[in-house]
Each structure stands twice: as C-alpha cells, then as structure tokens.
C-alpha cells in the first residue's frame, strides 16, 4: 500500500515521502497515529501543499535567526558591580541579568537560549554563547567591571 508520509518516521522516511508499507502497518499503526495518508490525487496534492509551507516557514525562520545572530555577534555588555575586599564581587551576573540587558538593547530572546553554564562570580571579559538554532551560536562579549 503506498502512503504519504505527513511526518518524520525514523523507519520510513521523511515528512511528504511517498512509501510502499504492508497495509496493516497503515491501517493499525500511522493512520491512527497520523503520520501518514493514503497516496491518493487529493491527499497527493494535500501533502505537497504543507510540504510548500514548511519549506517557505523554514525559510522565513532561518531569515529571522541569521539577522538575530549577526545582531547578538556585535552586542557588547557592560556590567558595574559592588566588590569588596580583594576585589570580592557582591551577588553575581546571571542569565536574567543578561536577558534584561538584551531587551532594553532591543534584542527579543527567550531566557533559556542563554547558554551560561553558571553565574559569573568574578571580575572580567566572558564570552557567553546564545543559541539561536541548532548550527547558530554567537556570542555576547560580556564586560564585568567594578562600579
């Protein structure tokens, strides 16, 4: 039985493939699941339809994530912090504070893309990396200096 392929099956193939599978598998398995559909003419066109939009939708998202990168990749950061004795920092600089940072610059991240292992405690220039998809991870050059 021919089937579409409406998403990614690691046995099988890739979202909007056409495959030959036992009708069993489709009747028990991907129909109810829905991964896939009959390779009919309506469900044909059906699939290459979301398969135009998924490409466009890709397209447009990896527009947005290259500008976002090559915006983070200049962005500088300058923290002022209290120290004590043997130049000791207060508190420290962590991710809310770098995301806070981002948005009065104009820069709409979410939290979580952040990628600072832990707080800055110290003193210094760090380079910390923000991810923007899976193959873009530019880094902010953060400056912690004492007030």
């Known amino acids: 039985m021919d089937i579409i392929l409406l998403k990614d099956v690691d046995t099988l193939g890739t979202a909007g ?3 030959n599978v036992k009708p069993g598998f489709a009747r028990n398995f991907l129909f109810p699941r829905r991964l ?3 390779a009919s003419k309506r469900n044909l066109a059906i699939a290459d339809e979301r398969k135009r939009n998924s490409e466009k939708r890709l397209k447009h998202d990896a527009k947005i994530n290259h500008e ?3 915006q983070l990749k200049d962005l ?3 923290f002022e912090v209290q120290v004590g004795e043997e130049e000791k920092m207060f508190g420290a600089v962590t991710t ?3 995301h806070k940072k981002l948005e009065e610059k104009g820069v709409v991240l979410e939290r979580h893309r952040i990628e600072l292992q832990e707080s800055i405690k110290s003193l210094g220039i760090y380079h910390v990396p923000v991810c923007v998809s899976e193959d873009l991870k530019p880094e902010l050059k953060v400056y912690v200096i004492k007030a």
Do not use: F, P
């Open 76 to 78: 500088e950061m300058t």
């Open 96 to 98: 809310n504070d770098i």
């Open 17 to 19: 493939d056409i495959v």
């Open 68 to 70: 976002l990168a090559d």
């Open 36 to 38: 896939a559909l009959r």
